[in-house]
């Protein structure tokens, strides 16, 4: 039997606060944060700078081969991690709304999905990292030590990322954001490879109404409690 990775594994829906919840929790750990959402966002990214639709899987798997995705630490405590995608740094053309939704359609592709679930595990397997995404506990590190769900009720996440983007410059359609975040939860739910969901040992936390660092103490709870129970 295999050990159990020192894996910190967070899942959950989109706009949930996952990046941020992630870093901040590997900063605490002293653990590497991987942002394998923001690796599905660069493929998603290339297949639109190729003009390819992401729904066409032949077209997909056809650009993955030469795929080359590095993920560096981000500038700030306030920032996302950054990511180079083909020896050129993405971090601002990844973060948009059309490419979260288009990260959506590639993700329900399974060349994509076997590619970066690789790329993952062999990031993964040296252990001492908080991964997140939606099926990091389920698929990409089943054996992970630690697993937790982030979830919010649709609008508080709506309300999240709109505050995130105006944070950043130009005016938010916030009905627009709240229906891309709701239809985003059905196609990643109802997809038919690694749909989004709780792993079964999952501690699941509601982050509703929560502060930011309120969930980190959460998960964070979590995880020393089992590292005593462990020792």
């Known amino acids: 039997m295999s050990e159990p990775l020192q894996v910190v594994a967070i899942d959950g829906p989109s706009g949930v606060g996952k990046s941020t919840i992630s870093r901040r929790v590997a900063a605490r750990l002293g ?14 990214l290339k297949c639109r700078m190729a003009g390819i639709e992401a729904t066409d899987e032949a077209a997909v798997a056809a650009i993955l081969p030469p795929l080359n995705i590095q993920l560096l630490p981000a500038r700030s405590e306030g920032e996302e991690a950054r990511v180079v995608l083909d020896g050129v740094e993405v971090s601002e053309q990844i973060r948009t709304p059309e490419i979260s939704m288009l990260a959506s359609a590639v993700s329900a592709l399974r060349p994509v999905r076997a590619t970066l679930t690789r790329m993952q595990q062999d990031i993964g397997s040296r252990g001492r990292i908080v ?13 992970a030590v630690w697993k937790i769900y982030l979830d919010a009720t649709p609008e508080e996440r709506a309300r999240r990322r709109v505050r995130q983007l105006r944070e950043r410059g130009g005016e938010i359609d916030e009905g627009k954001i709240l229906a891309q975040i709701v239809q985003r939860d059905r196609d990643d739910s109802e997809r038919t490879i690694a749909p989004l969901k709780a792993a079964p040992d999952a501690v699941c936390i509601d982050s509703t109404g929560m502060t930011v660092e309120e969930v980190v103490e959460r998960v964070l709870d979590v995880v020393l409690h089992q590292q005593k129970k462990a020792g």
């Open 31 to 44: 653990y590497t944060y991987l942002d394998t959402g923001a690796m599905y966002r660069a493929v998603a």
């Open 131 to 143: 991964a997140e995404g939606r099926d990091t506990g389920t698929v990409v590190f089943p054996g």
